[in-house]
DNA sequence: GAATATTGTTGTTTTATATCAATAAATTTT
DNA sequence: AAAATTTATTGATATAAAACAACAATATTC
């Protein structure tokens, strides 16, 4: 099971929230009193939808996913180092609208909701940070049911390949870190036509791929196909 | 076109936004200085998809769609009077995600931006009203995508309906306000389609209909249809 | 109020995509 | 390292939903 500690300084955090600085010194050992630091392994279930949120998850070091549960699994997106996990449920009605996990080792910084909010409040350059990471996160989803509902198998799977290559790992080549049936998730398809596009993709030489690593030969055809839809 | 006008006094305006007594009397003046009315009439589009956000539009009156636009249109959500059109654009990157148009004859307030958020910082109580509403507008949309993405037709169509009934008319029997194709936006599916099931429905006794005018007759049956999609 | 345009309706056909099935490959567990 | 489980792959089949078509009913414009 994930591994409980407190943090030693979040003020001199290697992992800190780039705007962690606009609290006060006094502020942010009070965040510090109230952490409590997680460490997940891969496959743990760091948020469970249909629970509610007491604290606020700040995603310290891993990545995770952030999905929506039902008869299949649909991946909203990946989440990196250095974000926080929600907000959106703290601040909006406490009632997760999703499951978060790991997607490999991670370390997470549970903070108690009542005190993070409390500190937004009476710092509104850190409240106004948190609203606009909150707000980008919202514009994100619009792109994304937009994406889902009008484009078809090709193009959703161009937009999850564009978005791994532009968003998660910033390189032609990466080891895509998730199984088939997580790519197909993430693109809203079934994992046979997930595994049947990749390889249509790979023989037209758009990608290469061997496994779970793959490389972008041809970006301009994937953005194409994103495009057309 | 849209008729422009200046608001004689917000503070004691009906249609002001529930929150707006959070701020002091000198700042709820000063985005009465920056404030403009512009009545749209049915059908005349309030904001375009792909443009800058530079205005707080806040609606004081009426009805709006919020749409995405492409091949299809994907409508997410109606608007009622009392709510602020957008806000995440705003605090987020400030392009405009989707298109806003008028359902009805609609009043609405539009306050500059940097003024508002000017406002907002100085003002935490506003800012985390705010924040609070962008919040659960991001949770709408991660179940719309959730509904969207895995129901199917019939399941997708009572979704809409208990829109209507719970989120706008609040009432069993109400005239819809739009026409099929529009429906059939709001449900992701095509015109004919919402029209077929919508029959289907009326000779199933689940609704009765004449032309826009619907009648919810058996909520139960709609409710599990939208269970199990 | 006639003419035109838009919206609504129903049946048929086509297409995209999921599901099923059978087998192969890769992991994980023992 | 063998056994068991999960994941990946490919082809065949079934199904949901879109597109097409032809016509009816409403709105809208002249």
Known sequence: MAKVSKPESCLSCPYKWKYLNLLEDKDINSIQRSCTIINFKKG????K????????LYLAKGMVKLYIEGKKNLILKLIKSGEYIDLQTLFGDKTYKY???AMEDTMVCMI?????QDLAKQNSDYLFELTKTISDSGNYV????????RKQLRG????SLLYLR????????????MTRKELAELSSMSMENAVRILSEFKKDKIISLEGKRIKILQIDILK??????
Chains 1, 2 share one sequence.
Not at 112 to 116: F, G, H, K, M
């Open 156 to 159: 959703r799977l161009a937009d």
């Open 99 to 101: 499951s978060v996990a």
């Open 44 to 47: 743990e279930t760091i948020c």
């Open 224 to 229: 194409k196909l994103s495009d057309i839809g």
């Open 166 to 177: 532009n968003e998660i790992f910033n390189s032609d080549e990466f080891d895509m870190g």
């Open 142 to 149: 619009y792109k994304k049911i937009s994406d889902i509902s």
């Open 112 to 116: 108690n909701s009542e005190i993070l």
């Open 49 to 56: 939808q249909g629970t509610d949120a007491t604290h606020a």
